[in-house]
């Protein structure tokens, strides 16, 4: 006898919630609800001139930072390129201090020295926030030997834009990582455009993961838009990565909803107002609110009480960012030069 299609559903939604406790299921949900928010925030103190310099803003690739950063420990790295916020949100960074930094305060993760795209926590073992692109590759690489000179179970977590798999950097380091064993996991977040450029005119291959293929390494695409996919993906190759030190290039398929940096519309010339309605519909946020849905884990007050609460937590950082003091003119010549205590 055939198993009820009710049945059928619901195991399938409980195979894909992977045996994960409600609580940390939750805990996704509205850490990418305050990402969303806390990025819709930026671009509006963006325009008012509260934020200054560069600012690349994370909307619609929600998913892979929280997918990816949950499938390591807290004492693991996390190093990325300018696109960071969200990033540094998932590794546990106060969001009220990257508030501070990204206004220029005294109170922000780099004093308001660093700005939008050096967010930085060494408590948090997250590495910034790197402007020049593909700069943090090979030191990803650096971070992963170090880890395992010392002989410590630990990985690295290395995001990067898919532009920067076109320079030399990604090259070297992608080569030194399998040729010595570094526990780095590389993920490509492919979000089709590197700037006003469209992926197949700057990239001799539009699979990107076949560019671990000269290095021997373990490699995967994955759609971006779903955060239990991002996890169960990022989770195996950091487990594998844990037990044998070996490194895996992960492709992550995701889309930006706003422009590359605040400087550039949110269309731009590059691609249509269609494309990016379409890209909508595929928003991660409400995909997940659906799985939940249907696993009967949350509600519509659920969410309407989660809106509340993020929104709450957002307008709390720009309080507190706001209230903040601007930093010392002598802090300028501090931290240019690193004191070894000699």
Request: charged share 25%; proline share 4%; glycine share 8%.
């Given at each position: ?135 943090h590759i090979p030191i990803a690489a650096g971070v992963a030997f170090a880890a395992k000179y010392r002989n410590e179970r630990k990985v690295c977590l290395c995001f990067m834009g898919d532009g920067a798999t076109n320079i030399g950097t990604f090259h070297e380091a992608l080569n030194l990582a399998s040729l010595w064993k570094l526990p780095v996991i590389y993920i490509i977040e492919n979000n089709l455009y590197g700037m006003g450029t469209a992926v197949e005119r700057a990239s001799a291959v539009e699979d ?135």
């Amino acid at each position: 006898m055939n198993e009820p299609l009710t049945a059928v559903k619901e195991s399938r939604i409980e195979s894909k919630l992977q045996g994960l406790p409600k609580k940390v299921l939750l805990g996704w949900y509205d850490e990418m609800l305050l990402s969303r928010r806390f990025e819709e925030k930026c671009a509006q103190l963006y325009q008012m001139g509260q934020i200054g310099g560069f600012c690349h803003l994370y909307n619609g690739q929600e998913a892979v930072s929280t997918g990816a950063i949950h499938a390591i420990n807290h004492d693991d790295y996390v190093i990325t390129a300018y696109r960071d916020h969200v990033q540094a949100i998932s590794k546990g960074v106060d969001p009220k201090p990257i508030m501070a930094e990204l206004l220029q305060k005294y109170t922000g993760t780099t004093k308001g020295k660093g700005g939008s795209m050096h967010i930085f926590d060494r408590d948090k073992n997250f590495l910034g926030g790197h402007a020049i692109v593909g700069s943090h590759i090979p030191i990803a690489a650096g971070v992963a030997f170090a880890a395992k000179y010392r002989n410590e179970r630990k990985v690295c977590l290395c995001f990067m834009g898919d532009g920067a798999t076109n320079i030399g950097t990604f090259h070297e380091a992608l080569n030194l990582a399998s040729l010595w064993k570094l526990p780095v996991i590389y993920i490509i977040e492919n979000n089709l455009y590197g700037m006003g450029t469209a992926v197949e005119r700057a990239s001799a291959v539009e699979d990107l993961t076949k560019k671990a293929l000269a290095y021997d390494m373990r490699s995967a695409v994955i759609g971006g838009h779903d955060v239990l996919e991002v996890y169960r993906t990022i989770k195996s190759a950091v487990d594998h990565a844990r037990e044998t030190y070996e490194p895996s290039l992960i492709e992550v398929r995701t889309y930006r909803y706003r422009g590359h940096s605040q400087s550039d519309p949110v269309h731009g010339h590059y691609r249509t107002k269609e494309e990016v309605e379409e890209e909508r519909k595929k928003d991660p946020i409400l995909i997940f609110a659906g799985v939940l849905k249907s696993a009967n884990l949350i509600d519509d007050d659920y969410i309407e009480s989660a809106e509340k609460k993020v929104k709450k937590i957002v307008t709390e950082c720009v309080q507190f960012a706001e209230n903040s003091p601007e930093p010392p003119l002598d802090e300028l010549y501090k931290d240019v030069y690193y004191d070894s205590g000699r």
